[in-house]
């Protein structure tokens, strides 16, 4: 027994007993590391932009802490769980972190369906969940779960208004995953921003989450010989089939989500991304004071430019802690949900500011169009011809 109880008597160490007790599991965090859940997607059908998502995540984490950012000497410690972005695993962990009560929130899940089946878990152990990849309309749920994707629907839908505006395609034909809902939703917003345009509309191609083959895929698709292409699929898939598209020769416009914008998409297909417009919410070149200084950082730490993922991983980790720091010295997941249930908007962010709709953050303002160049820098897009009438 410690020192400061032996001298209480029983009824004294009795309180003092219960009070700990008490605290530790409300998660209660007066002082000291505030334990913040991370369930990561290093290995499984992503890990191209899950190492990305992390890379963010915990860049974010270290330049908090460095500078001190909750105060009173307090630090985020992330407790890192690999759950693959496969949802019976990320469940699992989950129920893991949901279990330990001095985590008070947590941050997970790229793909919908994993978000759908890890939300129910935080949820109903009153743990605030942060969803930074998933983009599954309504996902998000206040106060419990919020969702700081940058949300691609919006940003597809301008990109697609650009092209019918500029590159003047004469039709668009699409592929999309369409056992992922995230993906289905991700090709109606491209079909809404092409709709009324004049370009004629040849269908869609379905795949499969699991499949590994695109041969048929691109087949059917230059079948309906269109003058332009949007691939609305997994960040494999998208580089499977873009791969596949190019050596049956199709020489159109492809056009696709952020999905090929990390460095390892790029190092996967190579030039074959080159060319290709999608949409991102964070290009270094384009961005302010604060956005070039995580820029910056992430370049010198991992050697290569921050891509959207890292962006969305980093943002998430800057969302969390300042509803950890607006918590104020009782740190618990209560308050932690009611400081993170009542952000309405942050400035200064790597986006500029931000607002908060329902629990879902926009950033209109920061959408840009880029493309991968042949030898792997990111551009702002500018039409070439491509696809043209």
């Given at each position: 027994?410690?020192?400061?109880l032996?001298?209480?008597?029983?009824?004294?160490?009795?309180?003092?007993?219960t009070a700990?007790?008490?605290?530790?599991?409300?998660?209660?965090t007066?002082?000291?590391?505030?334990?913040l859940?991370?369930i990561?997607a290093?290995?499984g059908?992503?890990?191209?932009?899950?190492?990305t998502?992390?890379?963010g995540?915990?860049?974010a984490?270290d330049q908090?802490?460095?500078?001190?950012?909750?105060?009173?000497g307090?630090?985020?410690?992330?407790?890192?769980?690999?759950g693959?972005?496969?949802?019976?695993r990320?469940?699992e962990?989950a129920?893991?972190?949901?279990?330990?009560?001095?985590v008070v929130?947590?941050?997970?899940?790229?793909?919908?369906?994993?978000?759908?089946a890890?939300?129910?878990?935080?949820t109903?152990?009153?743990m605030?969940?942060d969803?930074?990849?998933a983009?599954?309309?309504?996902?998000?749920?206040?106060p419990y779960?919020?969702?700081t994707?940058?949300?691609?629907?919006?940003?597809?839908?301008?990109?697609?208004?650009?092209?019918?505006q500029?590159?003047?395609?004469?039709?668009v034909?699409?592929?999309v995953t369409?056992?992922n809902s995230?993906?289905?939703?991700q090709?109606?917003s491209?079909?809404?921003?092409?709709?009324?345009t004049?370009?004629?509309?040849?269908?869609?191609?379905?795949?499969?989450?699991a499949?590994?083959d695109?041969?048929?895929?691109?087949?059917?698709?230059?079948?309906?010989n269109?003058a332009?292409?949007?691939?609305a699929?997994?960040?494999?898939?998208?580089?499977?089939?873009i791969?596949?598209?190019?050596?049956?020769?199709?020489?159109?416009?492809?056009v696709?989500?952020?999905?090929?914008?990390?460095?390892?998409?790029?190092k996967?297909?190579?030039?074959?991304?080159?060319d290709i417009p999608?949409?991102?919410?964070?290009?270094?070149?384009?961005?302010?004071?604060?956005?070039?200084?995580?820029?910056q950082?992430?370049?010198?730490?991992?050697?290569t430019?921050?891509?959207?993922?890292?962006?969305?991983?980093?943002?998430?980790?800057?969302?969390?802690?300042?509803?950890i720091?607006?918590?104020?010295?009782?740190?618990?997941?209560?308050?932690?949900?009611?400081?993170?249930?009542?952000?309405?908007r942050?400035?200064?962010?790597?986006?500029?500011?931000?607002?908060?709709?329902?629990?879902?953050?926009?950033?209109?303002?920061?959408?840009?169009?880029?493309?991968?160049?042949?030898d792997?820098r990111?551009?702002?897009?500018?039409?070439?011809?491509a696809?043209k009438?």
């Open positions: 027994m410690a020192p400061s032996r001298r209480r008597g029983p009824l004294g160490v009795l309180i003092a007993v700990l007790l008490a605290a530790a599991c409300n998660g209660n007066q002082s000291g590391d505030v334990k859940g991370f990561t290093l290995t059908p992503v890990a191209f932009a899950g190492q998502f992390a890379h995540t915990e860049l984490v908090l802490n460095q500078e001190g950012y909750l105060g009173g307090r630090k985020i410690e992330l407790v890192k769980k690999e693959a972005e496969t949802p019976a990320a469940v962990q129920k893991q972190l949901a279990g330990d009560q001095s929130g947590t941050i997970c899940c790229i793909l919908s369906p994993t978000a759908g890890v939300k129910p878990i935080t109903a152990a009153k605030p969940l969803i930074y990849g983009t599954d309309l309504g996902l998000e749920k206040p779960v919020v969702r994707t940058t949300m691609p629907q919006d940003a597809n839908k301008s990109l697609a208004q650009k092209v019918a500029q590159s003047h395609p004469a039709s034909a699409y592929a369409q056992d995230g993906w289905v939703s090709l109606k491209f079909q809404e921003g092409f709709a009324g004049g370009v004629r509309d040849l269908g869609t191609v379905n795949t499969l989450a499949q590994t695109f041969s048929g895929a691109a087949g059917q698709l230059m079948a309906k269109p332009a292409v949007v691939v699929c997994l960040q494999q898939s998208s580089i499977s089939l791969k596949a598209l190019r050596s049956r020769g199709y020489n159109g416009l492809i696709a989500s952020e999905a090929i914008g990390s460095p390892g998409a790029y996967a297909a190579g030039g074959a991304l080159a999608f949409p991102v919410y964070f290009f270094a070149g384009k961005a302010d004071a604060q956005g070039q200084k995580f820029a950082a992430y370049k010198a730490k991992y050697g430019d921050p891509d959207d993922y890292a962006a969305q991983g980093y943002i998430a980790a800057y969302t969390m802690a300042t509803a720091k607006n918590a104020g010295k009782d740190v618990t997941r209560a308050s932690v949900t009611k400081a993170l249930s009542s952000l309405k942050m400035d200064g962010t790597i986006y500029g500011t931000v607002g908060f709709q329902n629990g879902q953050l926009h950033a209109p303002e920061s959408i840009v169009h880029i493309t991968w160049t042949k792997g990111q551009t702002e897009w500018t039409p070439s011809g696809g009438s």
